[in-house]
């Protein structure tokens, strides 16, 4: 019963977590093509993002080590999972909420002189977060239709 609720809190909350990532890699193309001005403007839209992340994350990570440590024949599935997701939170702290704390001062009409360049760096690191938790669901489901084989 315990294993089971793991899996599924893991398999929803990484879901949540993917679909945030998602939704970035969607807009990147669209927003790469904005100006220095709108692009500012647009980054604003994303304040509710980290408040939500703040839950899912530390319950993906805890629901897929708790599924593991429970399930002992899938806690290198849950333990690779688990690491997929941490690394997104290294990822976000050294490259993207640096480049939050810089765009929030940001004013349309007067930019830093890098400003694509921190743009980027925002960018493609949520791509490569994207990545990591596709990775990371992908491992959990899989345990999961192992498990309904069994």
């Given at each position: 019963?315990?294993?089971?609720?793991?899996?599924?809190?893991?398999?929803?909350?990484?879901?949540?977590?993917?679909?945030?990532?998602?939704?970035?890699?969607?807009?990147?193309?669209?927003?790469?093509?904005?100006?220095?001005?709108?692009?500012?403007?647009?980054?604003?839209?994303?304040?509710?993002?980290?408040?939500?992340?703040?839950?899912?994350?530390?319950?993906?990570?805890?629901?897929?080590?708790?599924?593991?440590?429970?399930?002992?024949?899938?806690?290198?599935?849950?333990?690779?999972?688990?690491?997929?997701?941490?690394?997104?939170?290294?990822?976000?702290?050294?490259l993207n909420e640096p480049v939050n704390r810089e765009v929030v001062e940001w004013k349309p009409?007067?930019?830093?002189?890098?400003?694509?360049?921190?743009?980027?760096?925002?960018?493609?690191?949520?791509?490569?977060?994207?990545?990591?938790?596709?990775?990371?669901?992908?491992?959990?489901?899989?345990?999961?239709?192992?498990?309904?084989?069994?």
């Amino acid at each position: 019963m315990i294993a089971s609720a793991a899996r599924f809190a893991s398999i929803m909350l990484e879901s949540f977590n993917f679909g945030m990532s998602l939704a970035h890699v969607l807009e990147m193309g669209p927003k790469r093509e904005l100006a220095g001005p709108e692009y500012a403007v647009a980054q604003r839209i994303y304040r509710g993002f980290g408040r939500a992340a703040s839950l899912t994350m530390p319950g993906a990570v805890s629901a897929t080590l708790l599924s593991g440590a429970v399930r002992r024949d899938e806690w290198k599935t849950n333990a690779a999972a688990a690491a997929c997701m941490a690394a997104t939170v290294a990822i976000w702290w050294f490259l993207n909420e640096p480049v939050n704390r810089e765009v929030v001062e940001w004013k349309p009409d007067d930019l830093p002189d890098d400003w694509d360049q921190r743009r980027d760096q925002w960018e493609y690191a949520h791509a490569t977060s994207a990545a990591l938790h596709a990775f990371a669901l992908g491992l959990v489901v899989a345990g999961a239709v192992r498990e309904g084989r069994r």
